[in-house]
C-alpha cells in the first residue's frame, strides 16, 4: 500500500498470519499501531483491565487450535512486567503466543527515560526470542520471524519490541508468513514403533500438547487405540485429548495419579510419550518415568529435537509431529489384539472409572465441590469449552467431569493462578456458538475476575463458577502437611465478598450455591442463560480439602 505507516504495516501482517483478535491493555507507546488498526478491519481489538487478563486471553487463543499463536499488546515497563504471567505460563505450556511491546523513542534509548527496559535482559528466560524493530524496513519481516519462532520446533513466547516513534514513519515492504516445516519420522523409526508396540504385552500411551490440534486428530488418535489395542492416557491440562469414558482410556495423567493406577501402571513395559514433553506434574515428580533413566523402555515423539532427551534418555527418540506418526502407523497392517493385552486395557479403564466414580459424602462446613463437578455433567453441552484455575478445586473437576475429544480445555499447565477467567472470556469470543465455563477459586477470581467487564463489553457470555472456601486452599494444604498441628490461617485465609452481588454489578447474572439440593436447579438456570455471562458462587467446604482428601472437622 502506497503511504503505509510501519504502525499500518504491522497491522496488514498480522491479519496476513490469520490473526483476528489482539488482546490489549492501551498505552500511549504504540498509538500508531492501535490508530492503524481502524483501517484493517479483519482485526479486532479487545481492550481488557489488565495485562495480566491479556495475556492470558492470548495463551488461551495460542491453545484453541488456531493456526496462529495468540496475540497480546502491552505498554513498556510497567505494562510488560504486569503480562509477565502469561509469558511463563506460555512458556511452560509450550504455547505459540506473540506478545507486542511498546518501546521508548529511538534519540531516548540508553537515558533511562520513563518506563524504559532492555527486553533482552528481561524476557531472557521468559520468551524464546525477543525481535526488536529498529528499522521501518524491518518492520513485516519482524513479525514474520516472530510468528515463525512462536510456532517452530517447541512452541513458546516471542517478543516483538515497538519504539514508539517508529510506528508513524512510512513503511518497507510486506512480508508473506513463512511456510512451517512439520518434521515427520523416518521409515526406520516408524517399523520400530510398530514393532515394539506389538511385541510389548503391556503398552501406555500417553498422550500431551504436541497432539492438541484440530478435531481430525483426536479422531486418529481415538482410531490408533481401538486398531492397535493400547490404553490412552491424556496428560497434566489435556483431558479432553481422549474420551475420558471410552475403553481404551487408561486414566488421566495429572499432578499426583491416585496410588491404585499408578501402581498398575508400573507394570508396564513400553511408553510412548506421544506429543508430551513428560514434565515434573506428568512424571510424578520424575519417578515415572524415572529420570534420567526410564525404568521401561520410552519412545519418545516430540517436534523439537533438542527436547528429546534432555532429561529423559528414550529408546527411540522422534522429532516428529505425533499426528504423523498415528498416520503412518494406521497405513500398516494393525497386529492381532492378545486376550492378555485387552486384560491390560481392561484393567487400567476399572482402576479409572473406579477411581472417577460420582460417590462423595456432604461436607459439614459447606458444599462438597465434588457435587458440582459431577452435576456438570447434566448440563454441559458436548462441545463445551472448559477452563480451569490453579488449585485443589481442579481436583474434583479431573475426578468428575467427563471430558468427549468434541470438548476444549483451557488452563495454566505450570500452575499460574488467574487463568481460567480470561481463557474463557477469549474462548467465548472465539467461539461465540459453544458453551465456556470457567471453574475457578475465589483467590483466582480476585486476581483476573475484573476480565469480566472485558466480556461484557464485547459480548462474551462465559459461565463463571466460584468454589469460594475461604482459603488460599493448596497453601493451607501444603502448611499443614509441613508443619502438622500448626493452623495456616493466618498465611492462606481469606474474606470474600459475595460473589453473585459482585457478579451483578458488573451487569452480569449472579447466583448461588449454599447447600447440595440447590446444585442442580442453580446450575440449570446458569446454563439457560445466554444473552449475559452469569456467575456461580458456590460457597465450597473449606474441609474437604480435595477430591480425595477431607481434613477432620
Known amino acids: 500500500m502506497s503511504g503505509a505507516t510501519v504502525g499500518l504495516r504491522i497491522a496488514e501482517s498480522l491479519a496476513a498470519h490469520g490473526v483476528e483478535r489482539i488482546y490489549c491493555v492501551p498505552g500511549e507507546s504504540f498509538l500508531?499501531?492501535?490508530?492503524?488498526?481502524?483501517?484493517?478491519?479483519?482485526?479486532?481489538?479487545?481492550?481488557?483491565?489488565?495485562?495480566?487478563?491479556?495475556?492470558?486471553?492470548?495463551?488461551?487463543?495460542?491453545?484453541?487450535?488456531?493456526?496462529?499463536?495468540?496475540?497480546?499488546?502491552?505498554?513498556?515497563?510497567?505494562?510488560?512486567?504486569?503480562?509477565?504471567?502469561?509469558?511463563?505460563?506460555?512458556?511452560?505450556?509450550?504455547?505459540?503466543?506473540?506478545?507486542?511491546?511498546?518501546?521508548?523513542?529511538?534519540?531516548?534509548?540508553?537515558?533511562?527515560?520513563?518506563q524504559e527496559q532492555e527486553y533482552p535482559l528481561l524476557l531472557a528466560d521468559m520468551t524464546k526470542a525477543v525481535v526488536s524493530i529498529e528499522q521501518p524496513h524491518q518492520a513485516a519481516e519482524a513479525i514474520a520471524r516472530a510468528f515463525h519462532l512462536a510456532m517452530s520446533g517447541t512452541p513458546g513466547p516471542v517478543a516483538v519490541?515497538?519504539?514508539?516513534?517508529?510506528?508513524?514513519?512510512?513503511?518497507?515492504?510486506?512480508?508473506?508468513?513463512?511456510?512451517?516445516?512439520?518434521?515427520?519420522?523416518?521409515?526406520?523409526?516408524?517399523?520400530e514403533v510398530a514393532l515394539r508396540l506389538t511385541r510389548a504385552e503391556r503398552p501406555l500411551v500417553w498422550v500431551g500438547g504436541a497432539m492438541d490440534g484440530p478435531p481430525e486428530w483426536r479422531v486418529?488418535?481415538?482410531?490408533?487405540?481401538?486398531?492397535?489395542?493400547?490404553?490412552?492416557?491424556?496428560?497434566?491440562?489435556?483431558?479432553?485429548?481422549?474420551?475420558?469414558?471410552?475403553?481404551?482410556?487408561?486414566?488421566?495423567?495429572?499432578?499426583r495419579v491416585q496410588k491404585p493406577l499408578i501402581e498398575r501402571m508400573h507394570t508396564a513395559d513400553l511408553m510412548l510419550a506421544l506429543g508430551e514433553r513428560l514434565s515434573d506434574a506428568v512424571s510424578q515428580s520424575y519417578s515415572f518415568p524415572a529420570a534420567p533413566d526410564p525404568q521401561l523402555p520410552l519412545i519418545h515423539v516430540w517436534p523439537d529435537p533438542s527436547e528429546l532427551n534432555r532429561v529423559f534418555r528414550a529408546d527411540i527418540p522422534i522429532a516428529a509431529?505425533?499426528?504423523?506418526?498415528?498416520?503412518?502407523?494406521?497405513?500398516?497392517?494393525?497386529?492381532?489384539?492378545?486376550?492378555?493385552?485387552?486384560?491390560?486395557?481392561?484393567?487400567?479403564?476399572?482402576?479409572?472409572?473406579?477411581?472417577?466414580?460420582?460417590?462423595?459424602?456432604?461436607?459439614?462446613?459447606?458444599?462438597?465441590?465434588?457435587?458440582?463437578?459431577?452435576?456438570?455433567?447434566?448440563?454441559?453441552?458436548?462441545?463445551?469449552?472448559?477452563?480451569?484455575?490453579?488449585?485443589?478445586?481442579?481436583?474434583?473437576?479431573?475426578?468428575y467431569l467427563r471430558f468427549r475429544p468434541s470438548m476444549h480445555f483451557l488452563g495454566s499447565g505450570v500452575g499460574g493462578m488467574g487463568a481460567a477467567v480470561p481463557m474463557a472470556v477469549a474462548a467465548a469470543l472465539r467461539w461465540p456458538s459453544r458453551r465456556a465455563l470457567a471453574i475457578v477459586g475465589d483467590g483466582g477470581t480476585l486476581m483476573?475476575?475484573?476480565?469480566?467487564?472485558?466480556?461484557?463489553?464485547?459480548?462474551?457470555?462465559?459461565?463463571?463458577?466460584?468454589?469460594?472456601?475461604?482459603?488460599?486452599?493448596?497453601?493451607?494444604?501444603?502448611?499443614?502437611?509441613?508443619?502438622?498441628?500448626r493452623s495456616a490461617e493466618q498465611a492462606a485465609g481469606l474474606v470474600n465478598p459475595d460473589f453473585a452481588a459482585w457478579a451483578r454489578a458488573f451487569g452480569a447474572e449472579g447466583l448461588s450455591i449454599a447447600a447440595e439440593d440447590e446444585v442442580g436447579p442453580v446450575l440449570a438456570a446458569a446454563f439457560a442463560e445466554t444473552a449475559r455471562p452469569v456467575v456461580v458462587h458456590v460457597r465450597a467446604s473449606a474441609l474437604q480439602v480435595t477430591a480425595w482428601r477431607r481434613r477432620p472437622s
Open 32 to 114: 500508531g499501531l492501535t490508530d492503524a488498526l481502524t483501517d484493517v478491519p479483519a482485526l479486532r481489538l479487545i481492550v481488557c483491565r489488565h495485562e495480566g487478563g491479556a495475556a492470558y486471553m492470548a495463551c488461551g487463543e495460542g491453545r484453541m487450535g488456531a493456526p496462529q499463536p495468540g496475540v497480546c499488546l502491552v505498554s513498556r515497563g510497567p505494562g510488560v512486567a504486569n503480562a509477565m504471567i502469561g509469558l511463563h505460563s506460555a512458556l511452560h505450556d509450550a504455547v505459540p503466543l506473540v506478545i507486542l511491546i511498546g518501546q521508548v523513542e529511538r534519540k531516548d534509548r540508553g537515558r533511562g527515560a520513563l
Open 161 to 191: 519490541i515497538l519504539p514508539e516513534d517508529l510506528l508513524d514513519d512510512p513503511a518497507g515492504p510486506m512480508a508473506a508468513p513463512r511456510p512451517m516445516a512439520e518434521p515427520a519420522p523416518s521409515e526406520a523409526q516408524v517399523e
Open 220 to 255: 486418529l488418535l481415538q482410531e490408533f487405540a481401538e486398531a492397535w489395542g493400547v490404553p490412552v492416557c491424556p496428560t497434566h491440562r489435556r483431558p479432553h485429548l481422549f474420551d475420558s469414558h471410552h475403553p481404551n482410556c487408561g486414566g488421566y495423567i495429572g499432578n
Open 321 to 399: 509431529a505425533p499426528h504423523r506418526l498415528l498416520e503412518r502407523l494406521m497405513a500398516r497392517p494393525a497386529p492381532p489384539i492378545s486376550a492378555a493385552r485387552r486384560e491390560w486395557i481392561a484393567s487400567l479403564h476399572a482402576i479409572h472409572r473406579d477411581l472417577t466414580a460420582p460417590r462423595w459424602e456432604p461436607a459439614p462446613d459447606g458444599v462438597n465441590f465434588a457435587a458440582v463437578c459431577a452435576a456438570l455433567n447434566d448440563h454441559l453441552p458436548a462441545d463445551a469449552v472448559v477452563t480451569t484455575d490453579a488449585g485443589n478445586f481442579t481436583s474434583f473437576v479431573h475426578r
Open 448 to 485: 483476573t475476575g475484573n476480565e469480566l467487564a472485558t466480556a461484557i463489553q464485547y459480548g462474551a457470555n462465559p459461565v463463571i463458577l466460584i468454589s469460594d472456601n475461604r482459603s488460599y486452599g493448596s497453601i493451607a494444604m501444603h502448611h499443614e502437611n509441613r508443619y502438622p498441628g
